[in-house]
T-cell receptor, first 112, second 116 residues
């Protein structure tokens, strides 16, 4: 079993839809949870990160962490064709080690 | 801010040759840099972690003599693939973090290596 599981998709939605992307993990020691967006043949771009459980909102993006269920989500409101990319969740044990453990990524396609 | 560049963006080489990839942090001091490889439609696999002025720490299964990493300054790390073979063909991505902003790793645009 992988430490971080993510449905590979592809997930296809119409423009304007609310998108829900999710990851599950097995190691309760993870404390920092990140979401990255990666366009084809480009490096990942950090969207947002959260520490421990709770919600964080940034514009159209909302990240949720439920440590009791070992489940994290990224919601995208009013999705746009430009949101079409692969979304990677990543996790870190602590602020000192800096090593990220990535999920496999979910490919999202937003159709106009 | 927080821009990381990589050079070259793509390279094609013959089997047996060595290839050097540079990773630079353009507007911050990268105390730690990471090197990943990514196969098509797969996630990133961490190869090694390097701190400025120290030897790199390699992940299990990564040959340190084949993938030479040098982090000589706070803005530059290099990855040299020695005696490259077709199975080394991949997308190599570096990331960098700055002390005090450790949870934020900023990724370079990647280097696509094709070994013929």
């Amino acid at each position: 079993q992988k430490e971080v599981e993510q449905d590979p998709g592809p997930l296809s939605v119409p423009e304007g839809a609310i998108v829900s992307l999710n990851c599950t993990y097995s190691n309760s020691a993870f404390q920092y949870f990140m979401w990255y967006r990666q366009y084809s043949r480009k490096g990942p771009e950090l969207l947002m990160y959260t520490y421990s459980s709770g919600n964080k909102e940034d514009g159209r993006f909302t990240a949720q962490v439920d440590k009791s269920s070992k489940y994290i989500s990224l919601f995208i409101r009013d999705s746009q064709p430009s949101d079409s990319a692969t979304y990677l969740c990543a996790m870190m044990y602590n602020n000192a080690g800096n090593m990220l453990t990535f999920g496999g990524g979910t490919r999202l396609m937003v159709k106009p | 801010g927080a821009v990381v560049s990589q050079h070259p963006s793509w390279v094609i080489c013959k089997s047996g040759t060595s290839v050097k990839i540079e990773c630079r942090s353009l507007d911050f001091q990268a105390t730690t840099m990471f090197w990943y490889r990514q196969f098509p439609k797969q996630s990133l696999m961490l190869m090694a972690t390097s701190n400025e002025g120290s030897k790199a720490t390699y992940e299990q299964g990564v040959e340190k003599d084949k993938f030479l990493i040098n982090h000589a300054s706070l803005t530059l790390s290099t990855l040299t693939v020695t005696s490259a073979h077709p199975e080394d063909s991949s997308f190599y991505i570096c990331s960098a973090s700055e002390g005090g902003r450790a949870v934020e790793q900023f990724f370079g645009p990647g280097t696509r290596l094709t070994v013929l």
